[in-house]
C-alpha cells in the first residue's frame, strides 16, 4: 500500500538514526595537542607549529562520530534462550525484552546523533609577528533524532484499557544533512598574553532531510486513540517525490535511485558559518583558551519535497475476520490516514542550524613545555537542545617529532571514557590519530564486531606534511636568544635582550624585573618594586614605600618628608582637609580642622564665654542680658540701702535683694559684678573701704540665699565713678549706692 510504504520510510529512519548520538566531530584530544596541525579546527586561534602545512588531500582529516546516549552497543542486543536455542535480540523487540527496562533508563529527551567530516583540501600558512592563516575544503555529514521519552513509551507499552493516555511530540526532531564547507581562517596575538582568531565558512548544501512539529498530541486508551496537530517532513533529495491525487493525498512515493552521483553532489542551498576562538596566558604556565564554533545555518532551496500533516487521525480498532487471513487490514483506517497527510505541492525554502560547540579550557604546561595538563568543558547547542561534555588531559610532549595525549572524558553521563592521541612529524611527513573513548572489549552479535560495553564511537585520522622545522627539538631556540629551547626558562625572551644561562634576561638587582625593562636597575634588594622596576610608591607622593611613613595619602595632597600629608597648624587634620589652615596651637578643632563651635553662634569655644549657649557672634559669645532682668538690676541703685557710714542693710533693701536673688537662681549662667559707691564727703581712703564693705554685705546677703559665691563679685569704688556732682545733699545722696551689673 502507498500509505505502508510511507510508513516504512518513516520507520526506517528512525530505526536507522536510532543507536547514534551526536558528541562532536572532531576529537576533544586534539584540543590541549600543541603539535597537531589540526588544532585550528577545534579553537581558531591555536597556531599550530610550523611555518607551512598542506593535508594530504582527501583524507588530510576524517573524523567520525557515533553512539549511544543510553545504552551501550551490548545493551542494544540481548542473548535470551527460547526452545533450548541462544539467539540475540534487538531491545525494542517487546516480545523479548520487557519495555519497562527500556523506557525506565531514558532522559525526558534522548540525543541521537552521527557525524562525519572529511577534509578534502587543509593548508595553514604561518606569518610574521606569529599571525596564522589557514584555508580548508571539507564534506561533512550530520543526523540527528531528538527522541521525547513519550516516544519510545508509546511504542513499546502502547495504551491501556484502564487509562486514557496522553502523548505530547512537539520535541520530536529528525533532521540529516549532507554539505560541504570551504573555510578561511586567520589569527593573530593582541598582546604578549592575548591571541584572537577567526574562521569564516561558506556552507554548500547537498542533501537534507528534517521534520518539524508543532502541538503534537496523542490522546487514547487501548480501542481508541487520535492524533492531532502539526507536523512536516521536508526534504532536499534529489529523486525523491510525493505523488499526490485528485485531493492532494499521497497517491504515490518515486524514488529514482538510478540517479547518477552527480546529482547528489549538487549544491541544494547555501549558508555561511563561523568559527571565533581566543587565548590568554594569565600566567607564564597557564593557558586559558576558548572557543565558538559551526555558528550557522544552510538555506535549502532546490530539489525539494514536503508532506503535511494538516488533519486529525482517529483510530478505533480493525475489524478482525479469523476466518479470512488474506484481508488487508490497513485498508480500514487507510482513508483516514490518507487524508491525514497531504502532499505540499510548492514546497517552500527552509532552514537549517548547524550543531554549535562552545569550548572553555585550561592547560598548565612545566618542565620546560615538554608536560601539560589540562581541563576542556565543552557545550553543544542543537535545535533548542543542550548537552555538556568534560575531559582532562595529561599531555606528553618529550620531542617535536611526537606527542602524546591521554584524555578521562565525560559523555552524556557516561565517565569510564579513557581516550588517547598520537602525532608523529616524521620529516615532512605528519601523522595523527586520536580516539576519545578506547573500547576494551570488543564482541560478536549476529556475526557483527563490535566494541560491546561502549555507548559511542569517535574516532579522528589525519595525515599531512610540514614544512619549516629548520632545527631539531634539541637544538630549537624559538626565542633566538642563543639558548635551546629544552633548557631555556624563558622561551619568549624579546629579540636582543641579553639572557643568562638559562635563557631568561639578566636581572642585577634581582628585583624580579629584567634589566631590558628595569628604569631603576640599582633598587636595594628586598624592596617591593613595580612593573618598571622602581620602588613601589603605592600613593604615587614621590616617597617609595619603603620609606613612606603614610603609604596612602591621596593623590596631589602636599606631603612632609616623611610621606605624610602636612599639618601646618599642628591641629591633627592634614592641610588637604583642613579648612582653617591657621588655627591656634592647642585649639579643639572639628573633623575640618576648624575650632569647636559648640553651641553653633559663629563664636569659636576657645573665644566663646558662653560656649554652650548661642550667642552674639559679634561679641563674645553669649547672648544679651534679658531687659526685665535689667530692669531688676537697675533697682540696686535705689532699693538698696544702708545705715548711715556703715556696711549695714537696711531691712528695707531685703525685698529689692530677694528679687535678685530669685532672678539668679532663674539664670545660673548670669554672673553678678557689685560695685560699692559713696559721696566725696570725708576722707577717700575711708569711703573706698565703706564702698567695698558695701559691695561684700550685698554679695554675702545673696550667698545666703542660695547664690554660688564664684558667680559673685564684689568691688568698692569709693567716691571715683559718681553719678552726679557731689554739689547738693541731693545729689550726694544719689552717689550713694550700689551698683549691680549682670554678665556672663
Not at 13 to 19: E, R, V
Not at 185 to 199: A, F, L, M, R, W
Not at 283 to 308: C, E, V
Not at 453 to 460: C, E
Request: with cysteine.
Amino acid at each position: 500500500m502507498k500509505n505502508k510504504l510511507i510508513k516504512t520510510i518513516y520507520v526506517g529512519l528512525i530505526c536507522a538514526l536510532l543507536p547514534l548520538v551526536c558528541h562532536a566531530q572532531m576529537s576533544n584530544t586534539v584540543y590541549f595537542d600543541k603539535y597537531n596541525p589540526r588544532q585550528h579546527w577545534v579553537n581558531p586561534a591555536f597556531h599550530p607549529d610550523g611555518t607551512v602545512y598542506v593535508g594530504m588531500p582527501g583524507i588530510s582529516t576524517v573524523a567520525l562520530s557515533l553512539g549511544n546516549s543510553r545504552y551501550s552497543f551490548q545493551d542494544l542486543f540481548q542473548n535470551i534462550q527460547k526452545n533450548g536455542i541462544n539467539r540475540s535480540v534487538f531491545i525494542l523487540d517487546r516480545d523479548a525484552v520487557g519495555a519497562d527496562e527500556v523506557i525506565d533508563r531514558l532522559k525526558k529527551r534522548e540525543r541521537l546523533f552521527a557525524s562525519y567530516r572529511i577534509n578534502l583540501l587543509d593548508l595553514g600558512i604561518g606569518l610574521k609577528n606569529k599571525r596564522y592563516i589557514t584555508f580548508g575544503v571539507g564534506n561533512r555529514m550530520d543526523a540527528m533524532v531528538i527522541v521525547p521519552r513519550e516516544f519510545p513509551d508509546l511504542f513499546l507499552r502502547g495504551m491501556s484499557d484502564h487509562e486514557v493516555r496522553d502523548f505530547h511530540f512537539d520535541k520530536l526532531y529528525m533532521g540529516a544533512s549532507i554539505y560541504s564547507e570551504v573555510a578561511f581562517g586567520y589569527s593573530q596575538p593582541i598582546n604578549d598574553k592575548i591571541t584572537v582568531g577567526g574562521k569564516f565558512k561558506i556552507l554548500i548544501g547537498h542533501d537534507n532531510i528534517s521534520t518539524d512539529f508543532r502541538d503534537v498530541e496523542m490522546v487514547g486508551s487501548e480501542n481508541e486513540w487520535s492524533l492531532k496537530g502539526e507536523a512536516s517532513i521536508h526534504g532536499a533529495i534529489p529523486g525523491l517525490r510525493f505523488i499526490p491525487d485528485e485531493l492532494g493525498r499521497v497517491d504515490d512515493v518515486e524514488f529514482d535511485d538510478e540517479q547518477p552521483a552527480s546529482c547528489y553532489a549538487r549544491s541544494k542551498g547555501g549558508g555561511v558559518a563561523l568559527d571565533l576562538g581566543m587565548t590568554y596566558q594569565i600566567l607564564p604556565k597557564l593557558q586559558l583558551s576558548a572557543s565558538l564554533l559551526d555558528l550557522g545555518f544552510i538555506h535549502w532551496r532546490k530539489d525539494l519535497a514536503q508532506l503535511d500533516k494538516t488533519g486529525d487521525f482517529v483510530y478505533n480498532g480493525i475489524d478482525y475476520d479469523i476466518n479470512n487471513d488474506s484481508l488487508d487490514y490497513f485498508d480500514q483506517y487507510e482513508t483516514q490516514l490518507e487524508n491525514m497527510i497531504k502532499v505540499n505541492d510548492s514546497p517552500s525554502a527552509y532552514n537549517t542550524s548547524l550543531c554549535a560547540k562552545i569550548h572553555v579550557g585550561a592547560e598548565y604546561s612545566f618542565l620546560n613545555d615538554k608536560i601539560g595538563v589540562g581541563a576542556l568543558s565543552k557545550t553543544n547547542i542543537y535545535h533548542r537542545t543542550v548537552w555538556e561534555e568534560f575531559m582532562l588531559s595529561a599531555n606528553v610532549r618529550p620531542f617535536r617529532w611526537a606527542s602524546l595525549s591521554v584524555t578521562y572524558n565525560m559523555f552524556d553521563g557516561q565517565w569510564n571514557n579513557l581516550g588517547a592521541g598520537l602525532n608523529f612529524n616524521m620529516g615532512p611527513v605528519n601523522l595523527n590519530v586520536a580516539v576519545d573513548n578506547i573500547p576494551f572489549k570488543y564482541g560478536k552479535t549476529n556475526g557483527v564486531l563490535h566494541p560491546i560495553d561502549k555507548r559511542n564511537v569517535r574516532a579522528m585520522l589525519g595525515m599531512g606534511f610540514v614544512f619549516g622545522f629548520k632545527e631539531s627539538r634539541r637544538k630549537r631556540d624559538t626565542d633566538g636568544d642563543g639558548v635551546p629551547d629544552r633548557i631555556d626558562q624563558c622561551s619568549d625572551t624579546p629579540e636582543g635582550v641579553k639572557v643568562d644561562a638559562k635563557g631568561c634576561p639578566f636581572d642585577a638587582d634581582r628585583d624580579g624585573v629584567p634589566d631590558y625593562l628595569d628604569k631603576c636597575p640599582k633598587t636595594v634588594r628586598g624592596i617591593a618594586v613595580d612593573s618598571l622596576g622602581c620602588p613601589k610608591d603605592s600613593d604615587g607622593d614621590g616617597i617609595a614605600d619603603y620609606r613612606d611613613k603614610c603609604p596612602d595619602t591621596p593623590k596631589d595632597a602636599p606631603i612632609d618628608d616623611k610621606g605624610c600629608p602636612l599639618d601646618t597648624d599642628g591641629d591633627g587634620v592634614p592641610d588637604y582637609m583642613d579648612n582653617c589652615g591657621e588655627t591656634p596651637k592647642n585649639v579643639a578643632v572639628d573633623s575640618l580642622g576648624c575650632p569647636i563651635d559648640s553651641d553653633g553662634d559663629g563664636v569659636a569655644d576657645y573665644k566663646d564665654k558662653c560656649p554652650q549657649l548661642a550667642g552674639d557672634s559679634t561679641g563674645n559669645g553669649c547672648p544679651e542680658i534679658k531687659e526685665q532682668d535689667k530692669q531688676v538690676f537697675k533697682k540696686s541703685f535705689t532699693g538698696i540701702v544702708f545705715q548711715v557710714s556703715k556696711s549695714v542693710i537696711k531691712s528695707s533693701s531685703y525685698p529689692t535683694l530677694n528679687e535678685i536673688a530669685k532672678v539668679m537662681k532663674k539664670n545660673p549662667m548670669y554672673k553678678l559684678n557689685i560695685i560699692g559707691h559713696t559721696d566725696s564727703s570725708g576722707d577717700p581712703e575711708m569711703n573706698r573701704k565703706l564702698s567695698v564693705n558695701r559691695a561684700n554685705a550685698v554679695k554675702t546677703y545673696l550667698i545666703k540665699k542660695g547664690i554660688a559665691a564664684d558667680r559673685l563679685n564684689a568691688v568698692g569704688m569709693g567716691d571715683k565713678e559718681p553719678l552726679v556732682p557731689n554739689t547738693t545733699p541731693e545729689n550726694r545722696a544719689k552717689n550713694r549706692r550700689v551698683e549691680l551689673v549682670a554678665e556672663y
